[in-house]
């Protein structure tokens, strides 16, 4: 993910947010009483809430960061357990479409060790199945997303 991909700014009285899907971000954005705008694919806030909107984006994909780093994120079975995608670090890592399809490696994600099974779970219940040893490479994270 880039800096690139988070933009806020003021039209018509109204804070409007554009950042890439992560699925923690629609729940705490309506909490703040964010709306999202289909039409033109963004998030509107009340500007008065400049603050707590720029403290969202900071904790979810490290908004304001001028410092990165590449990490390291080893695929564990409570990682991996049931799920057709691994999102980290305010991005997608990982995701596989359906249960014989490869997985395909976000942007910025690279393969250090390890892999992934050539199958995935069932027909309805699509599951990573990385083998045990697998290490993603995850290039400019944010620090302040980096728990040392």
Same mark, same amino acid.
């Given at each position: #993910?880039? #800096? /690139?991909?988070?933009?806020?700014?003021?039209e018509k009285g109204m804070l409007v947010v554009r950042v890439?899907?992560?699925?923690?971000?629609?729940?705490? +954005?309506? #909490?703040? !009483? !964010?709306?999202?705008?289909?039409?033109?694919?963004?998030?509107?806030?009340?500007?008065?809430?400049?603050?707590?909107?720029?403290?969202?984006?900071?904790?979810?994909?490290?908004?304001? *960061?001028?410092?990165?780093?590449?990490?390291?994120?080893?695929? /564990? *079975?409570?990682?991996?357990?049931? $799920?057709?995608s691994i999102w980290k670090f305010g991005r997608e890592l990982?995701?596989?479409? @359906?249960?014989? /399809?490869?997985?395909?490696?976000?942007? %910025? $994600?690279? &393969?250090?060790? !390890?892999?992934?099974?050539?199958? %995935?779970?069932?027909? @309805? @219940?699509?599951?990573?199945? +990385? $083998?045990?040893?697998?290490?993603?490479?995850?290039? *400019?994270?944010?620090?302040? &997303?980096? $728990?040392?």
């Amino acid at each position: #993910m880039a #800096m /690139s991909d988070v933009s806020i700014a003021e039209e018509k009285g109204m804070l409007v947010v554009r950042v890439p899907y992560y699925p923690k971000f629609p729940p705490h +954005a309506r #909490m703040l !009483g !964010g709306r999202w705008l289909a039409g033109q694919r963004v998030w509107a806030f009340d500007v008065r809430d400049r603050d707590r909107v720029i403290g969202l984006l900071s904790e979810i994909f490290g908004y304001g *960061d001028t410092e990165f780093a590449d990490v390291e994120f080893p695929i /564990s *079975d409570e990682v991996q357990s049931g $799920v057709s995608s691994i999102w980290k670090f305010g991005r997608e890592l990982v995701c596989r479409i @359906n249960r014989d /399809s490869q997985p395909v490696l976000g942007r %910025g $994600v690279t &393969l250090l060790s !390890g892999g992934f099974e050539r199958s %995935g779970g069932s027909r @309805n @219940n699509i599951r990573i199945a +990385a $083998v045990e040893g697998t290490v993603l490479l995850v290039r *400019d994270v944010p620090k302040s &997303l980096v $728990v040392e």
